[in-house]
């Protein structure tokens, strides 16, 4: 959301205020020298400021651009400029900007309200070196998303998150576009998705996360995206398998990210991700993890096996089926993490406590059973080390993953939990004592 100006503010007043002294007063005749400590980007030898090619000027409440020749003293060698949420509402002004540095490459204009169009005197400049737009909680209207891709005919990677579009209205195609984050907009077909594959015919990479929208028929997506590798599909509408198996028509895609989908909720985190590794035959890493051939072939036999005595199977069953023959039933299958209980000993200073725990719990929620076990303070946070030694040779405890679950790590009961506290020096905890066993065990150390 952009920041509230309480009075008009230049861009060229910010960046005194953020590097300059303060007491020197905002105007056109200004010539502006400021003088930084030696922990700034840089300075020539008189002491002038030498500003970081990577500008970022966020929440300045800037509303205007200021003098432009003092702009093109200051910025020449900019690459990257970052004036994102801030209060600027007149293209006129950003062009003002961008048209006084020559080396810029990358621009965000998130978080200003830029809904009015463009007018055509200044959208006849052209921009070629610009190769990332950044346009999210813009309100550009479609209109002006073309003029500016007009204008900057380099650009790779665009971004059009949050701008609440309900269609696609593209007339002309963008062969340099290949990454594209649409994410959180309003758009409920699929079809108005499609539109965009067919304006951004080299499309490689998409993001269109937190959607309500549902995917259409195959053919239409074979067309619209023969490129797409890597499609970010988090927190959308899905809610039948046969969206998911849709997936399968993007002809040249591998990597899929589906988390927070409606269809997958109520599953366990293994059976979801064998379901999914079993019906998109052509994808290689799921959600940020790459599928090993081990894995795919564990998930395809276990949906074999969940379908195998159904009425009903799935298309994908009969070509599993091909591939692995017929199965023999498991005496008991669980696609899921196992339910049952273990009993481990925990030590904390002098105390010794048993602690029964569940092996699907989180290790988020072990932390939790040993913090209130022990009254250990919330704001003295935890860290689970888990130490697997064999015989008498001593292995150097590793960390155990916040995200994973106890039954990664834990199966049998005697295992021994050791909590120890750790001392702060300045703003780093001290490393912690180092321990070893002669089984399985835990040392679990409060950090920040």
């Not at 293994?270 to 019906?279: D, G, K, S, T, V």
Request: glycine share 4%; with cysteine.
């Amino acid at each position: 959301m952009a920041a509230e100006a309480t009075e008009p503010k230049t861009f060229l007043k910010a960046l005194h205020d953020k590097y300059g002294d303060n007491d020197i007063p905002e105007g056109n005749d200004l010539v502006l020298v400021m003088h930084v400590p030696n922990s700034a980007p840089g300075m020539t030898d008189s002491g002038q400021l030498i500003l970081p090619r990577q500008l970022a000027m966020n929440y300045h409440s800037i509303t205007h651009a200021g003098n432009e020749e003092e702009i093109a003293n200051l910025c020449d060698k900019v690459t990257e400029l970052d004036i994102a949420n801030n209060c600027i509402s007149d293209w006129k002004e950003i062009f003002k900007m961008m048209s006084v540095m020559p080396k810029i490459e990358s621009i965000n204009f998130s978080c200003n309200p830029l809904m009015a169009e463009i007018d055509d005197e200044v959208g006849n400049q052209s921009f070629p070196n610009i190769k990332r737009l950044i346009l999210n909680k813009t309100g550009a209207a479609w209109s002006t998303v073309e003029v500016l891709l007009k204008i900057m005919p380099s650009v790779e990677e665009l971004h059009l998150s949050l701008n609440d579009y309900t269609e696609v209205d593209l007339k002309e195609k963008y062969p340099n576009v290949v990454n594209l984050h649409f994410n959180a907009n309003k758009l409920r077909d699929w079809g108005e998705i499609c539109k965009l594959g067919r304006a951004f015919p080299n499309l490689c990479n998409l993001v269109m996360a937190e959607s309500e929208m549902s995917l259409c028929d195959d053919l239409e997506i074979e067309e619209s995206f023969p490129k797409v590798v890597s499609l970010n599909a988090n927190k959308i509408g899905i809610t039948s398998w046969e969206e998911i198996d849709r997936l399968n028509s993007f002809p040249a895609l591998t990597d899929v990210r589906l988390q927070g989908v409606p269809l997958l909720e109520d599953m366990k985190e293994e059976q979801r991700r064998q379901f999914l590794i079993a019906r998109l035959p052509r994808i290689n890493r799921l959600n940020g993890s790459k599928i090993q051939e081990e894995e795919r072939d564990k998930a395809e036999r276990a949906f074999l096996r969940h379908f195998m005595d159904s009425e009903e199977k799935p298309e994908r069953y009969m070509e599993l089926e091909k591939t692995h023959g017929q199965l023999d039933p498991l005496a008991d299958v669980n696609l899921g993490p196992p339910t049952h209980t273990v009993t481990v000993r925990v030590t904390y200073d002098t105390k010794v406590r048993m602690l029964s725990i569940c092996l699907d719990n989180s290790i988020v929620d072990l932390k939790n059973l040993i913090r209130k076990l022990f009254e250990i303070p919330k704001e003295c946070g935890i860290a689970l080390y888990y130490n697997n030694a064999e015989g008498t040779i001593p292995y150097r405890a590793r960390e155990m993953d916040p995200s994973k679950y106890v039954y990664t790590y834990l199966y049998e009961d005697g295992c021994d939990i050791t909590v120890e506290p750790r001392e702060r020096e300045g703003r780093k905890w001290i490393e912690p004592t180092v321990h070893f066993a002669i089984k399985k065990s835990l040392t679990v150390t409060p950090r920040d």
